[in-house]
């Protein structure tokens, strides 16, 4: 297995796609993603325009339907949710389609959405992403970090070094045979050095701070949890994630 991370989805290679592309954007679109589906959502669908995003769930009857609209932090007008994973509750989303669309999350994702396996990852399900990469085995690997407008972003980069760093141990492999690139190095090395205060780095971070002026305290602490949910978000069809756990796979 060859595991290679990308700072922003701009980094990514244009001529090649790897067996398994993984999402990551902690503050907050894939923690809201994991969050919603370990709720009980039927699914959640991503979209990086807002207009296709209420075309497309125009078709679902209201009952059926969440549409969360984010920009810049905050929620868009005439949205139901913005970009929290703590509106995410079973009481609000159980049965129910989350249409989602991020300034930054859900762009990342329509990335990579061409390549084989598609997940999503945040700190709080890291290990349920480790135990799927351990169990299929995918030769190549990305982890693509969300970042900002096009920007490098410190916990999408400790998320993805959390994700090495435990490969490489129950791997039990050397770094120099699972790195594919720099960029895994110096991920793990950022999650060694900050992994008990992972809190603490995400308020460091620029994003953190924006989103603490906007007094998203609660979704900084949430977000910061590591392995709190065992569940992963994968993709079965372009642009949608289901729980890995909830589709029955026909032998
Ligand atoms: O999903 C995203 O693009 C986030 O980075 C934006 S926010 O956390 O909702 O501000």
Redesign the pocket.
């Known amino acids: 297995m060859k595991l290679s991370v990308f700072h922003t989805p701009e980094l990514t290679p244009e001529t090649t796609v790897a067996n398994c592309a993984i999402a990551v ?1 902690v ?3 894939t923690s809201t993603i994991v969050t919603a589906l370990s709720a009980g959502a039927e699914a959640v669908q991503v979209f990086s325009d807002l207009d296709q995003l209420l075309k497309v769930s125009e078709s679902w009857s209201p009952d059926k339907r969440i549409r969360a609209g ?1 920009r ?2 905050a929620k868009v007008k005439g949205f139901d949710f ?2 929290s994973p703590l509106d995410c509750t079973p009481e609000r989303v159980k049965g129910r389609r989350l249409f989602i669309s ?5 762009r990342a994702l329509q990335c990579v959405q061409a390549a084989p396996m598609v997940l999503a990852a945040a700190l709080i399900n890291r290990q349920a992403v480790v135990d799927y990469l351990l169990k299929h085995q995918p030769e190549t690997v990305w982890i693509v970090a ?1 970042g ?1 407008e096009g920007n490098f972003s410190l916990e999408d980069t400790v998320c993805a070094g959390a994700i090495a760093h435990r490969l490489q141990t129950e791997l039990g492999c050397s770094l120099e045979n699972l790195a594919g690139n720099d960029e895994v190095i110096g991920a793990i090395t950022l999650y060694q050095q900050w992994q008990n205060r992972l809190h603490d780095l995400l308020r460091y971070a620029s ?1 953190g701070k ?2 603490l002026s906007l007094d998203c305290h609660e979704d900084l602490k949430y977000c910061s949890q590591t392995d709190i949910l065992d569940v992963l978000p994968i993709q079965r069809e372009p642009g949608v994630l289901m729980n890995s756990q909830s589709l029955v796979t026909v032998r």
């Open positions: 954007d503050l907050r679109a984010e810049g932090g913005g970009n991020t300034t930054n999350g859900t969300s900002w994003h924006r989103l």
